[in-house]
């Protein structure tokens, strides 16, 4: 490409003051207007207009180089832009996860191409993180400008910035970060700033690495960006192609496949439940928590997205992840297993506001740590062991060892079903009698119990299958509400719930039974707005917080696969094409949808993307 092999550039710099962005652009970009680029430790979200205003290094759970996201003023960012009036668009690198944003000006068109290289545990480069964007010329000729920000540890440590080698290095107390430039870069207090040209074909490259642990500073040539960026593309490409999904969906159950990777933290398998912290379900609400950590309910769930797809490696590093780093303590009053985890497996997750920081659009408070960690859900025991059992069944077969440890979970629910807790929806309103956590301990037992008999494993049958019928009749009659003619949220009362929609995707009951189909005909007239669901009505189940929240897309996916397994296919493809519209720019979703159709809550978030994975290939099953 003309220019990326030494083009002679235009370069220019003039004023060290803040400029504004492009006119009219807001302090808070909406959440939908972001793409995603990591290297399976990190991740960096990158606004519509060239700013990168989230990325935690080396780690998703790290503290925050750059958060304006949260803060316009304090939490830093990374702008990088064509310097004067233009329409922006962005794509994805077919195929991978190269986010490419275009500027299209009166004068020219030029892009920006950003990506995370991702690095191989063991090889020469282990240890190195390195963010790395492309700008380019691609016709005519631009201006462009460049100001790097970082605010360290979420705002809360200041750092020294000098020049080195061609090279500008930020240092804080806790980590150190070199920036190269093929620009001109200035100083300005505690920041960098670039102004240049370049003509067609010409381009310019920045690198952002982290120091230390080894990892000697350099430099980043416009050539070994090219070799960078040929080699990522490599990377992701070479990761899709043994994907088993030729379905109707397939550039949106490929962009949701790609999605979950990234979420995935490669040195132990863990799977984030969502990139971000403190995005608040309700603007200017309290709803915003801290969702990079590992969720054993949401992690089992994407193990059965990916293996569908075909993807078992990432199936077989959660279950390595499960043995090596989370320890099951049989005594504790949580269970043996906690709902969530450090991506390094660690138990303590501490929440604390960052009063300092104003959060998104003035949403406070920004948390990081999730106190919900010590809570009781029962419901994770049947998610986890339902995706061993899909492991065993499509990937490879379980150890003996795991089997063990399997045993002895479903042991302790068989000893401890029978009690109230806070519920896959982690309300902080009280335990209650929920159904959907009944639901899962009898998945758990049941999927205990096909495993054995289909591998001939020692298995306690006989008590087993006493609690799983128990558990069976119990939600039968309590769970049941001849009233409303439908299956609740809890036991002995009216109140419904999107998670009842897991009953028959979990095999509980059949689709076409008609206590089922009357219960999602109420579903449908209470909790279903124009194909989107809510969880529930927290006015008639208070939750313990203030505020509403938004329809909560994981349900939406799930009503389509219960409408597909009801046979009411027309309905089903209709409700999964509204919702496929719902999506931003990219195919990527946050957590719920909001009035407006606006994206609300932590982004992009592994639980609807690996929702839409298992409505699609249902869905296209079901068509023929």
């Known amino acids: 490409m003309r220019g990326c092999d030494g083009g002679k550039i235009e370069m220019t710099a003039a004023g060290s003051a803040h400029r504004p962005g492009p006119a009219g652009a807001s302090r808070y970009p909406p959440i939908a207007d972001h793409g995603l680029i990591g290297d399976l430790r990190s991740v960096a979200l990158v606004d519509t207009g060239g700013t990168i205003g989230w990325y935690c290094c080396p780690r998703f759970d790290a503290p925050s180089v750059f958060a304006s996201i949260l803060d316009a003023d304090r939490g830093g960012s990374f702008e990088l832009a064509a310097d004067l009036p233009a329409r922006t668009k962005q794509f994805y690198f077919p195929d991978t996860n190269v986010l490419i944003t275009r500027f299209f000006a009166a004068d020219g068109v030029g892009e920006i191409q950003d990506f995370m290289p991702v690095v191989v545990a063991g090889s020469a480069e282990d240890g190195r993180h390195r963010l790395i964007r492309r700008v380019m010329c691609v016709r005519g000729s631009l201006p462009f400008r460049a100001r790097v920000a970082p605010r360290f540890d979420y705002g809360r440590q200041s750092h020294d910035l000098s020049m080195r080698g061609g090279r500008a290095v930020f240092e804080s107390p806790s980590l150190s970060l070199s920036l190269s430039a093929s620009a001109p870069m200035e100083t300005d207090g505690p920041d960098v700033w670039s102004e240049f040209k370049l003509t067609e074909g010409e381009c310019a490259v920045f690198a952002l690495d982290k120091l230390g642990d080894g990892v000697e500073p350099r430099s980043c040539p416009i050539a070994e960006a090219e070799e960078e960026f040929a080699a990522t593309v490599a990377y992701w490409r070479r990761w899709l192609s043994t994907s088993r999904y030729r379905g109707r969906w397939r550039e949106m159950v490929h962009r949701s496949a790609l999605t979950l990777k990234l979420l995935t933290y490669a040195p132990t398998g863990g799977i984030v439940a969502a990139a971000t912290t403190s995005l608040p379900e309700q603007p200017g609400g309290e709803r915003n928590w801290d969702y990079r950590y590992v969720w054993i309910r949401d992690s089992a769930f994407c193990v059965y997205a990916l293996l569908r797809l075909g993807f078992s490696e990432e199936a077989a590093a959660f279950m390595n992840f499960l043995s090596e780093h989370v320890s099951r303590d049989c005594g504790s009053p949580s269970g043996p297993l906690q709902i969530m985890y450090g991506i390094d497996g660690r138990t303590e997750l501490p929440e604390v506001e960052l009063s300092h920081f104003e959060g998104y659009q003035g949403s406070a408070p920004v948390r990081t740590g999730n106190g919900a960690v010590h809570q009781l859900q029962l419901d994770i025991y049947g998610a986890l062991i339902d995706s061993v059992y899909l492991y065993d069944k499509m990937g490879q077969p379980i150890s003996s060892d795991h089997w063990e440890e399997i045993h002895t979970l479903v042991d302790w629910v068989c000893d401890n079903w029978d009690q109230p807790d806070e519920g896959v929806w982690e309300t902080r309103g ?195």
């Not at 119990?449 to 609690?467: E, S």
């Not at 409303?484 to 995707?505: C, G, K, N, T």
């Not at 929240?549 to 296919?569: H, K, M, N, P, Q």
């Not at 493809?573 to 946050?590: D, P, Q, S, V, W």
Request: hydrophobic residues 45%; aromatic residues 12%; charged residues 25%.
């Open 430 to 624: 009280g335990r209650k009698d929920f159904v959907y956590s009944r639901l899962m301990c009898w998945v758990a037992i049941e999927r205990a119990m096909r495993m054995a008999g289909h591998r001939g494993l020692p298995a306690d049958t006989p008590r087993w299958q006493r609690a799983r019928d128990a558990i069976y009749r119990q939600i039968m009659r309590r769970g049941w509400s001849p009233r409303l003619r439908a299956f609740v949220q809890h036991f002995d009362d009216d109140v419904l719930d999107a998670s009842i929609l897991m009953m028959p995707l979990a095999k509980f009951v059949s689709p076409t039974d008609p206590k089922w189909l009357s219960t999602l005909d109420a579903l449908g007239r209470t909790l279903v707005s124009d194909s989107l669901v809510y969880r529930y009505d927290p006015l008639a189940s208070p939750d313990g917080l203030r505020g509403q929240d938004g329809t909560f897309s994981i349900c939406s996916f799930w009503y389509v696969e219960a409408l597909t397994r009801a046979g009411r296919l027309d309905e089903a493809r209709l409700a999964f094409e509204k919702m496929l519209t719902y999506a931003n720019h990219l195919g990527l979703y946050a957590e719920e949808i909001g009035q407006t159709g606006e994206q609300l809550g932590n982004f992009p978030q592994a639980f609807t993307h690996l929702a839409l994975i298992s409505a699609a290939f249902n869905l296209d099953r079901a068509l023929g």
